[in-house]
């Protein structure tokens, strides 16, 4: 980790994560950038498409790849990521969907989904810029505590305290897929500038997964070992 940066409030968080993929953006108009869903982005999303609209960021040729689809949604279920993406940054922006990736969620062989998506983010010259937020069980993506780092991306069962805190966003714990893809913990690790962003009830996780011992038991704590992690973290929630 090379740089850790506490802000009072979510709009300061997204902010100064907006600044740093502003200025990735207007060096490499085609960036890669490796996105995430969740709260924590919500503020960058916004300040990304106001960016956008009022100073003319322009995400004409930029790429992006998605973290991680739950199984069995499609991309127009509300709770797909791929909806949470159009609606919080591609439907304000001047991206071209077509540039635009979300592992699929509906796919009927998983396997061959999962390696066309490896494929494709090798095709695209691999990641430029990785966002990244933080489960409350030192997840990354749907990189759930295991006994090893994966090293591809693959179709993964939920941890309990993961399907817990995303059911707030669903009518009821029953209806949150049990199942996720997610893009494994190699690619985020050879993603080449990485910005994890994290509120305070994420405080004593993000402290064991930055500071404890790097575990896969902590996925997140693989990150300790990347050279350029910037860590925003909000104490407003
Ligand atoms: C989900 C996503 C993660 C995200 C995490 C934290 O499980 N798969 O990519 O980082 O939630 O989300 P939040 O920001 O809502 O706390």
């Known amino acids: 980790m090379n740089e850790f940066v506490t802000v009072k409030t979510i709009d300061e968080m997204g902010m100064i994560a907006a600044a740093i993929f502003e200025s990735e953006i207007r060096k490499k108009p085609d960036i890669v950038l490796g996105l995430a869903t969740g709260s924590s982005p919500i503020s960058l999303y916004k300040e990304l498409a106001k960016l956008h609209q009022e100073d003319e960021l322009d995400f004409s040729k930029v790429r992006t790849v998605n973290l991680d689809e739950y199984v ?31 592992p699929n969620g509906m796919a009927n062989d998983l396997a061959q989904e999962c390696k066309r998506y490896d494929d494709l983010i090798e095709e695209l010259g691999g990641i430029d810029v990785q966002l990244l937020g933080i489960g409350p069980n030192g997840h990354i993506g749907f990189n759930e505590p295991s006994d090893e780092f ?88």
């Open 72 to 102: 069995g949604l499609n991309g127009e279920h509300p709770q797909s990521y791929r909806r949470f993406m159009n609606e919080n940054l591609f439907d304000h922006i001047n991206i071209d969907k077509k540039n635009t990736h979300v």
């Open 150 to 237: 994966s090293n591809c991306t693959q179709a993964v069962p939920l941890a309990k305290a993961t399907i817990d805190a995303n059911a707030r966003f669903f009518e009821d714990e029953s209806e949150v897929p049990r199942e996720a893809i997610t893009l494994d913990i190699k690619h985020i690790m050879h993603a080449r500038k990485i910005v994890l962003i994290a509120t305070a009830n994420k405080e004593e996780i993000l402290k064991k997964a930055l500071f404890g011992n790097i575990t896969p038991r902590v996925p997140a704590s693989a990150l300790q070992l990347h050279r350029e992690v910037t860590v925003i973290f909000s104490e407003g929630e």
